[in-house]
């Protein structure tokens, strides 16, 4: 079993920036791939940016270029850097990990087994 905890959540002024942390414990030797997703209310979770083991990243196109993933792999964190937020950011943002997520499927919430309890970023106009 895996868990992770997410950090960092908060409200911020548009065009801020903001740095959400998710510490991962338990059996984390079997994690393959890690991601940040969100879900706004009324609408469904999506991807957002992942990570691979060894460091290859995928962004949704919402947030290339202004959003950046990042990982600790000793310290077993995983990081999302957001800069120019815009108030269609405010989400709950999720990180989540799974053992066997195929490259493909990075950005897809359903193929990921662990998740925390979410990070509240609001992006005021």
């Known amino acids: 079993q895996v868990q992770v905890v997410e950090s960092g959540g908060t409200l911020v002024q548009a065009g801020g920036s903001l740095r959400l942390s998710c510490t991962a414990s338990?059996?984390?030797?079997?994690?393959?791939?890690m991601g940040w997703f969100r879900q706004a209310p009324g609408k469904e979770r999506e991807g957002v940016a992942a990570?691979?083991?060894?460091?290859?990243?995928q962004y949704a196109d919402s947030g290339k270029g202004r959003f950046t993933i990042s990982q600790n792999n000793a310290e077993n964190t995983l990081y999302l850097q957001m800069n120019s937020l815009k108030p269609e950011d405010t989400a709950m943002y999720y990180c989540?990990?799974?053992?066997?997520?195929?490259?493909?499927?990075?950005?897809?919430?359903?193929?990921?087994?662990?998740w925390g309890q979410g990070a509240q970023v609001t992006v005021s106009s």
């Open positions: 990570i691979t083991k060894n460091g290859n990243t």
């Open positions: 989540a990990a799974d053992p066997a997520v195929t490259w493909w499927s990075l950005l897809t919430p359903t193929r990921y087994n662990y």
């Open positions: 338990g059996y984390t030797d079997s994690i393959y791939s």
